[in-house]
């Protein structure tokens, strides 16, 4: 199976930035699409962004589009999230997750079969 452990993560202030990675080990990380999605205290996670690997075609939600971008490096086997002008409402745990096979939907958890522990991203006003 693929394993994703996620770094990065820290505490910011408001117009801050972080950048996020995902190191992947396993097979066929080159050919998953791949996503960040988050978490804060008392909310569901919720979808960040996603990559695709036949494309490269991101997309975002539309809260981050603008500030966030998703990247990958598919011979160094990571994903990355670069965080631009981060609001205190971006505060989360962030994950990292690969679609295994099949997935064709980008913004739902369900169609992710791997996902990493998470790193903490905290940005106070």
């Known amino acids: 199976q693929v394993q994703l452990v996620e770094s990065g993560g820290g505490l910011v202030q408001a117009g801050g930035s972080l950048r996020l990675s995902c190191a992947a080990s396993?097979?066929?990380?080159?050919?998953?699409?791949m996503g960040w999605f988050r978490q804060a205290p008392g909310k569901e996670r919720e979808f960040v962004a996603a990559?695709?690997?036949?494309?490269?075609?991101?997309r975002y939600a539309d809260s981050v589009k603008g500030r966030f971008t998703i990247s990958r490096d598919n011979a160094k086997s990571t994903l990355y999230l670069q965080m631009n002008s981060l609001k205190p409402e971006d505060t989360a745990v962030y994950y990292c997750?690969?679609?295994?096979?099949?997935?064709?939907?980008?913004?739902?958890?369900?169609?992710?079969?791997?996902w990493g522990q998470g790193t903490q991203v905290t940005v106070s006003s």
């Open positions: 997750a690969a679609q295994g096979s099949g997935g064709v939907v980008l913004d739902a958890r369900r169609f992710y079969d791997y």
């Open positions: 396993g097979r066929t990380f080159g050919s998953y699409n």
């Open positions: 990559i695709t690997w036949f494309s490269g075609t991101t």
